[in-house]
Nanobody
Framework: QAQLVESGGGLVQAGDSLRLSCAAASGRTFSAYHMAWFRQAPGKEREFVATISSSGRTTYYANSLKGRFTISKDNAKNTVYLQMNSLKPEDTAVYYC?????????????????WGQGTQVTVSS
């Protein structure tokens, strides 16, 4: 069983918006964990997108995505969101949600042990 479950992906046109969701499947509360979103396109390395502290008070984004993407957290619902606006074809990738015990800027995938299965986002030109 996946500890985290992503949803909300799909096929959209350039300039459209999507909101991804990440829910806990393990019964753990998100208030105890720092969260992050990563993405991976075919033939490319897994790339950092955004991260949020356990309290939800601190966020950090990949510099190239700042201003278009927004990460948020609802600890009461055990849900993390990624709002994606002004989508571009280069945003096409599988998007993954991850949880870990430490918060840092520009985190690496190896910093996280709990992952979801991913949700596909495809942006057409």
């Amino acid at each position: 069983q996946a500890q985290l479950v992503e949803s909300g992906g799909g096929l959209v046109q350039a300039g459209d918006s999507l909101r991804l969701s990440c829910a806990a499947a393990s019964g753990r509360t998100f208030s105890a964990y720092h969260m992050a979103w990563f993405r991976q396109a075919p033939g490319k390395e897994r790339e950092f997108v955004a991260t949020i502290s356990s309290s939800g008070r601190t966020t950090y984004y990949a510099n190239s995505l700042k201003g278009r993407f927004t990460i948020s957290k609802d600890n009461a619902k055990n849900t993390v969101y990624l709002q994606m606006n002004s989508l571009k074809p280069e945003d096409t990738a599988v998007y993954y949600c991850a949880a870990g015990p430490y918060f840092s800027v520009s985190p690496s995938p190896r910093d996280f042990l709990s992952w979801g299965q991913g949700t596909q986002v495809t942006v057409s030109s």
